[in-house]
């Protein structure tokens, strides 16, 4: 076990404590645990990328949203989310060549996330965000995503009108169920089965749907005007490979591009240069196999495997 995994752990046991006490307040405390992310991370190379930009900011509920802006202003967009504990500089291997190419990328960072104010994030949060971000832009041409951002990025697509929809999307290693995350969290910090049934209900309390009403692959499905590429390892320790599949079953027009070795964070060369051909000329890598519609919606189902294999959004509780 590592110290990490300690830490939560021990957390774990102390919601664990309360939960004898006020099952309802343990929920409460596990799911505020659940959307606090870990604190920046800002490596040099990546506040230099993030200092080229030009800032668009976005003042959302009274906090300020960095937005970051490269290349020509007239360009064509190309909107990214990444995941849970990344900053905007994750998008620094993508960014020369698309703005070579003429195009415009505009990345943000949420809250508690890379340059915005420290605070909590949630899913509905995240989809309120990158909507109104969207809205405000005008919509985008192109879409690069990963996880966690990239799950909520579809939700926010999904609710667009279709004027305002890209003609191509990146879709990387992104969940499908958002109930299987909270399991795996759970899991993670031995918490008692009754302060998972308090989250879900402090859950729809707060947003009026149930957990299972959060679900990538439905909203998938109302996305068959965006020609999708799916991209995940199948041997992704952090996000089970079975939620791209069950994604990508849902949504008519994508294509599944499988690259064993590259991990949840697919920051290979190889994938990179996948990314590009795709986005700049709509390319798919010869192995990716294409949902034209004659595949079955794969049910929801959240498997002992999943959760024996997967630690959750990201690395940060594993």
């Known amino acids: ?40 991370n800002i490596r040099p190379k990546e506040r230099a990328f993030l200092d080229t930009a030009t800032r668009l900011d976005i003042s ?52 508690g996330h890379g340059l915005a104010p420290s605070s909590n994030t949630d899913y509905p949060k995240m989809v309120e965000i990158e909507s109104t971000i969207l809205r405000h832009i005008g919509g985008c041409e192109l879409v690069l995503c990963h996880s966690f951002g990239g799950g909520c990025l ?36 031995g918490l008692r089965p009754i302060i998972f049934e308090e989250m879900q209900r402090y859950i729809q309390n707060r947003s009026g749907r ?15 005007d965006v020609k999708a590429l799916l991209i995940h390892d199948p041997e992704d320790k952090v996000t089970a490979f079975r939620n791209s599949q069950r994604n990508h079953s849902h949504w008519v027009n994508s294509a599944l591009y499988a690259p064993s070795g590259t991990g949840h ?38 498997t002992a495997e999943d959760l024996a294999s997967s630690g959750g959004v990201s690395d940060y509780y594993t």
């Open 60 to 111: 959302w509920e009274g906090m300020n949203i960095p937005v970051y802006s490269w290349g020509p202003p007239a360009g064509k967009v190309v909107f990214c989310a990444y995941g849970w504990g990344y900053n905007a500089g994750r998008w620094r291997h993508y960014v020369p060549a698309l703005t070579e190419a003429g195009y415009r990328v505009i990345a943000f960072d949420p809250p």
């Open 265 to 302: 964070h697919l920051g290979t060369a190889g994938v990179t240069r996948v990314v590009l051909t795709f986005l700049k000329e709509g390319t798919l890598p010869e192995s990716a196999r294409i949902n034209h519609g004659e595949l079955e919606p794969l049910p929801a189902m959240i």
């Open 154 to 189: 579809i939700e926010a697509l999904a609710g667009l009108p279709p004027a305002l929809h890209p003609k191509r999307a990146v879709v990387m290693a992104v969940f499908s169920e958002v109930k299987w995350i909270f399991q795996v969290f759970t899991i993670s910090l």
């Open 1 to 40: 076990m590592t110290s990490r995994q300690l830490l939560f752990r021990t957390v774990g046991a102390g919601i664990n404590a309360v939960s004898y006490v006020s099952p309802k307040i343990a929920g409460r405390l596990a799911f505020h645990l659940f959307s606090k992310p870990p604190a920046p």
């Open 210 to 224: 149930k957990l299972e009403e959060f679900d990538v692959a439905l909203n998938a499905h109302h996305l068959s």
